[in-house]
């Protein structure tokens, strides 16, 4: 029978579960997007304060996206000013030229494809990462609750995927966007939506048979 004190605590492991993987999601974006120079990174999180580069509310507080947990947006870098100094040939005058520096971003398809990616992405690499540490090095304690804990991460991969695919719901039914990312993500990249989602379905049941094949060994 699950008491109060043990029903408090797995609430209170599973929402710090949630916000990690949340952040570790939103944080494959970003990185993703500053390694492909997609601009200034800025993340932010329910419902419209900033945690990255800065930590506040957000001036477009009132335009939080519906029900979205956390937001990562990158801003192009802006025309620069300077001022080039020219002097005429075999000449004492010295003319002074304004110069405006394009350095903007250009975001083309695959680019903005594999940022996308990178959410559901990242926690799928964590996920498998865990499960292969799990299954070479068979960690005990602490350790291995870590490892079982990331190799669950998948579950990102899966709602983001089938959730809003086949039932209209948003990524966690009633919180999150309602974007399949990673389908949306590989169909810029060339792959049909039929065959991500059917690879998106395979994967994740085959990471839930090597953790069901790792838990049972204890």
């Not at 399949?180 to 792959?191: C, D, F, S, W």
Request: contains cysteine.
């Amino acid at each position: 029978m699950i008491t109060f004190k043990k029903g408090f605590t797995l609430i209170c492991v599973a929402l710090i579960y949630f916000i990690i993987s949340v952040l570790i999601h939103e944080l494959g974006h970003g990185i993703a997007g500053k390694i492909l120079a997609m601009g200034q990174l800025v993340i932010a999180v329910w419902p419209g304060f900033e945690i990255f580069p800065e930590i506040g509310a957000l001036n477009n507080i009132k335009h939080w996206p519906g029900s979205a947990v956390a937001v990562v947006s990158f801003i192009p870098e802006v025309k620069s000013l300077s001022v080039d100094i020219h002097r005429e040939f075999n000449s004492y005058i010295i003319k002074p030229i304004l110069n405006i520096q394009h350095s903007s971003v250009l975001y083309d398809q695959n680019r903005v494809a594999v940022v996308l990616l990178m959410g559901s992405g990242t926690t799928y690499l964590i996920s498998l990462l865990c499960i292969i540490f799990l299954w070479l090095c068979s960690p005990v304690g602490i350790l291995r609750k870590v490892c079982v804990f990331g190799a669950f991460m998948f579950y990102d991969l899966l709602c983001y995927s089938i959730f809003p695919v086949f039932f209209d719901l948003r990524h966690l039914i009633f919180i999150g966007g309602k974007l399949p990312e990673p389908v949306i993500a590989l169909a810029q990249l060339g792959m049909p939506s039929e065959i991500s989602v059917t690879l998106v379905v395979i994967v994740c049941c085959t990471q839930t048979y090597f953790i069901k094949r790792l838990l049972s060994k204890e």
